[in-house]
């Protein structure tokens, strides 16, 4: 199995010249170009490692993890989504032109991209500028042309989002028959890849441990390494509960880094360390030890059970003693307008449009250079530690 696994993902990345390029960009000096910026010119940084795009907030399913999926109006993460008009498949093209000089990894997502009408031309254009792209998708809308174009577009890879088996993911997306719909358009692009002799897009699953599925987790596993999909990814929940809000604005009370609601949906509401923890971590120690020839990975990778504990029980407190946020200088999200966001999920900072400026007039705007200025002087905020990027390196 390791030597079957190894030689398939060898093939893969032969077969896709903007994955070679991706991986070599990451191999190279500019790994440490970008953290002598970050040391000694912090404000003006290198160019970011990926690029979001975000075409749509619109999705049509009720995820209870999710602040978007809630669709609460009084949610500030729904509202500043909503509030944005959708803008042409013309005006992308326009944006991909603009960020394509330092070719980064680009990432669309949303809300649910697939139902913006022109997410799979964007796809198109990316791939046809020779761009490194990856789309996150919850699969259940996708036609069979939609399925053909994707394949023959080059997408590099596709991340469905699972959230358990039948039942399971479909009481955690707050709606029936997602996980038949989801499984299906996967089982069909599956097959469509072998069709053509393909090995792209990469077919990855990503799985979010909550209440409602930890004690299922090894059923995800056992049906999704037998499915034909490439990996699969278990992610701790992302999220900052009342504690930690009250905290940030205690501290930042009345500027930029205020924040006004919780994150992580019903389950940022709740008191997560409440859960079952050593079932949790009997579950995450029994998929590493059973499916260790397969493509699976945990994120944040916490190391022992102590480890879990300080995750859930006390989410104020870094699992590393040197725990940063380097959003700022290596992420910039881009919205349905053209508007731009360093990071949507915590501040809603505006720093540029790119419809309306270049993208190093966006980069190194004084928005921009005020957020860093701050971030590089406390390294993290109170609501960072339960945040991806602070689990990531420059």
């Not at 070599?24 to 040391?39: A, G, P, V």
């Not at 955690?172 to 358009?185: C, H, N, Y």
Request: aromatic share 12%; hydrophobic share 35%; proline share 4%.
């Amino acid at each position: 199995m390791l030597k079957k696994n190894f030689f398939s993902r060898l093939r893969r990345l032969i077969s896709s010249p903007s994955l070679i390029a991706y991986h070599l960009k990451k191999m190279t000096l500019e790994k440490w170009w970008r953290r002598i910026k970050y040391e000694l010119d912090w404000s003006k940084p290198y160019y970011p490692k990926s690029i979001i795009l975000l075409p749509t907030a619109r999705c049509n399913l009720n995820c209870i993890s999710c602040n978007i999926g809630l669709r609460n109006l009084e949610k500030s993460v729904k509202q500043a989504f909503e509030k944005k008009k959708e803008i042409g498949i013309d005006e992308w093209r326009s944006i991909v032109d603009k960020i394509s000089f330092f070719n980064p990894m680009i990432s669309v997502s949303g809300g649910e991209p697939f139902l913006y009408p022109g997410t799979i031309n964007l796809i198109e254009y990316i791939k046809k500028k020779g761009l490194y792209c990856s789309v996150s998708t919850n699969a259940t809308t996708l036609k069979k042309s939609d399925i053909q174009r994707i394949v023959d577009s080059g997408l590099d890879m596709l991340t469905v989002s699972i959230d358990g088996i039948g039942e399971v993911h479909d009481q955690i997306r707050g709606m029936k028959g997602t996980f038949e719909k989801a499984v299906s358009k996967l089982g069909k692009i599956i097959a469509y890849k072998k069709e053509l002799k393909r090995s792209y897009p990469i077919l990855h699953i990503n799985c979010v441990m909550s209440p409602l599925n930890q004690g299922r987790l090894e059923d995800v596993a056992e049906f999704f390494t037998n499915f034909g999909v490439d990996s699969l990814n278990f992610s701790h929940i992302w999220f900052y509960n009342q504690e930690m809000v009250e905290l940030q604005n205690t501290l930042y009370s009345n500027t930029l880094f205020e924040i006004k609601e919780t994150l992580g949906g019903k389950f940022g509401a709740e008191k997560q360390g409440e859960r079952n923890l050593g079932e949790l971590w009997n579950k995450i120690s029994a998929i590493k030890e059973k499916y260790k020839g397969f493509n699976i990975s945990f994120l944040p990778d916490l190391k022992s059970f102590e480890e879990l504990e300080i995750y859930y029980q006390s989410p104020i407190t870094p699992i590393s003693n040197d725990a940063k946020c380097y959003a700022p200088w290596k992420a910039i999200e881009i919205y349905s307008n053209g508007d731009a966001e360093f990071s949507g999920a915590c501040f809603h900072i505006y720093v540029g449009n790119f419809l309306k400026q270049s993208f190093n007039d966006v980069w190194n705007s004084d928005s921009y250079i005020s957020i860093r200025k701050k971030m590089k002087e406390v390294g993290a905020f109170p609501i960072c530690s339960r945040c991806c990027y602070i689990f990531q390196e420059l």
